[in-house]
């Protein structure tokens, strides 16, 4: 008998682990503060509201059921009226479509927007879980780099005055993961309008725009043109466990997308769901908590950005924190974030390289920081051990 296996796809010799991931295996030791991970914190998860809304949805026998790939219905209605107050018009029943998370939605969507070839633009720094999929679905990828107001439309305008006609382009339009930045309210109206002008999609994956500080995100993009595709998700709002993303989306793509979420996983478990549903209806309860959240996130950044340019700020840039869950920070004098990650390890503080965000650009004197679960005192305390190792 022969002892070598039958071969696997050619495409998956293209596809490379998340750098991420595979750093997370390093730094899990208890003595090292952990910058590194892009987790939210499990403390602020409501655990008792979960738990009254679960008993409840146990007592539903429809919720012990398959349902409908689109998604739940009661959950469908709820996302319809929310959406509908986000993006400041009507959202039909039939242009709501829940995912395994946002993530599922990016994944059908690269199948349903995608022939093999074809152009995706994404951001420099890029989220990586967007990489790896438009990747694996053999896309051609064109990085357009960001600075403070988000993704730089004046070099997509000369990438489509050159003739480049994407198929899509992909922003996380607030808070982004990794970059920290907000696009503008002027560069929204301006990529729909582009977006438009040139006949392509645009995926505006908002997973962080509840989680603003001091001032909410501008409209979201999909305010703007019908062209948007909008994902959003409770995994930062509620609990990731949940696995409740959605997306809204003309009804032509939600029909395709429908297709092909038969044949992943023919549809959405309606247990986590109705839980989803019953939270999200909730909305003086989930006010309060989100308000919740905001606070502690907000005092965190706060904290690590007060401390980081105490510390480092004669060397090093970082972005303001507005939001969301990560500052990103750029040396100005040479220092190699990769270089310098094992004597970071050595003194108790885990960031994640830039590069491992890279996409054109090498990022290799950026690197971005989480600030999500740890306190004030320890986020300090992680910036003195930065700056001790990078000496
Ligand atoms: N988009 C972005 C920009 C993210 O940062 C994440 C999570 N890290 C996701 C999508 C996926 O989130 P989920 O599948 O939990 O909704």
Redesign the pocket.
Known sequence: MSSTLPPLANKLGGLRSSAIRDLLKLTARPDIIGLAG?LPDAELMPRERLAAAADAALSHRGCLQYTESAGWGPLREVLAARESTRIGREVPLAEVFVTH????A?SLLAEVLLDPGALVIVEDPA?V??LQVFRAAGARIVAVPLDRDGLRLDVLTDLLAKGERPAFVHT?SNFH?PGGVTMSAQRRRELAELAERHGFWVIE?D?YGELWFDSPAPEPVAAHSRNVIRLS?S?KIIS?ALRV?WMVAPDEVCRGVELLKQGADLCGSALTQQIAADLLADRVWLAAHVDTVRGAYGSRAKALVHAFREHLGHRANCTDAAGGMFVWADFTDGTDTQAVLPRALDNGVAYVPGAAFAVDTDYRNSMRMCFTTSDEATLTEAIVRLARAVG
């Open positions: 892009g998370g946002s993530q599922q990016l989220y879980g967007a996380v993961n994956d997973p998700s995994s990731p993303g």
